[in-house]
């Protein structure tokens, strides 16, 4: 059994870890702790957690932890995933891990001397939607592929204390959106892009509210982002895949759960495939308890995370 603590009370949680672990036979949510312990203690409530620590720092000390779930703002992740780390525990950590690439690699190290697993939660990429997305670029079926294009828009409407408009939480549509199409770009094509050029609209509080990002991935393939988050409007989540013989569009890419459709069109016609609905999430979990129990790398590595944090930051620097 791979016992889990929680740090922070967050609302992707119960998604993310709650829901999850009570489908594992192999996983169980022991503790939690939260800024507030009143709000820990409600949130325990809510959720049936056993156990709530006054402080992270209590439950980073328990000894019955193997994983450690982090879903606090990103400025916060460095601290206390180190602290989990070398408190002995694994860290399943919420996207983007870090605020930079120099942070990422310090926690690699971090990583490394103390034999634990730090895990960014990229939850997409465990579904078998995705798998079905790797399999179709490899099988040539598009032929050479010429452009993607990843694309999300979220809205975000400003209102006190929300963190995604707060620059140093980590906010702004490039960390908290961008992070995922430019991970999905690495994955599906291996390679490490560079980047040709990108331009941010600047909101008020020091956030940036949209990115777009030309990028210069492998095989002379051209990568376009376009993140943003509008204060009103639908969600909007999608990718494409341009090819010499075809054209692939996903919809909802990160949550394919949610009613995701592949759709592929050749020159033999077109055709959809639905999404299995069982929740990214529970595929993440299940790998990451697998990978701990197993004692076997994680599907996301620390070199992975630093590789995305490294675009991140020249995306950041080109458009300044």
């Known amino acids: 059994m791979i016992r889990i603590g929680l740090i922070g009370a967050a609302w992707i949680t119960p998604m993310a ?3 999850p672990a009570k489908l594992l036979p192999n996983a169980e949510v022991v503790a939690i702790a939260a800024r507030d312990p009143v709000r820990a203690r409600i949130f325990a409530n809510e959720h049936g957690i056993a156990e709530v620590e006054e402080t992270y720092e209590a439950l980073l000390l328990r000894p019955d932890l193997d994983l450690v779930y982090i879903a606090l703002p990103v400025s916060l992740h460095a601290q206390w995933a180190e602290l989990a780390l070398t408190n002995g525990k694994h860290v399943l950590c919420e996207k983007p891990l870090v605020m930079n690439a120099r942070q990422a690699q310090h926690l690699a190290q971090v990583s490394a001397s103390t034999g634990r697993f730090l895990i960014e939660a990229f939850h997409y990429v465990y579904h078998p939607y995705f798998k079905c997305i790797q399999q179709i670029i490899k099988s040539k079926e598009l032929g050479v592929i010429e452009e993607v294009t990843g694309r999300l828009h979220v809205p975000v409407p400003p209102k006190e204390g929300q963190i995604r408009h707060d620059p140093s939480m980590g906010g ?21 892009p560079k980047v040709v050029k990108s331009e941010m609209v600047m909101g008020a509080s020091g956030v940036d509210l949209s990115i777009k990002a030309e990028l210069a991935l492998s095989d002379g393939i051209v990568g376009f982002l376009d993140c943003s988050m509008p204060e009103t409007g639908e969600l909007l989540g999608e990718l494409i895949i341009v090819g010499t013989e075809g054209k692939l569009h996903g919809s909802k890419p990160i949550l394919p759960h949610l009613g995701g459709v592949l759709q592929v069109e050749t020159a033999e016609g077109r055709r959809a495939e639905k999404s299995d609905t069982r929740s990214t999430f529970y595929y993440q979990l299940k790998a990451v308890v697998n990978a701990i129990q197993d004692g076997e790398q994680p599907l996301i590595s620390m070199l992975d995370s630093i590789g995305n944090a490294t675009v991140l930051d020249d995306i950041r620097t080109c458009a300044n």
């Open 17 to 19: 870890i709650l829901e």
């Open 172 to 192: 702004g549509a490039l960390m908290d959106l961008g992070c995922y199409p430019i991970h999905m770009m690495r994955t599906l094509f291996d390679t490490a």
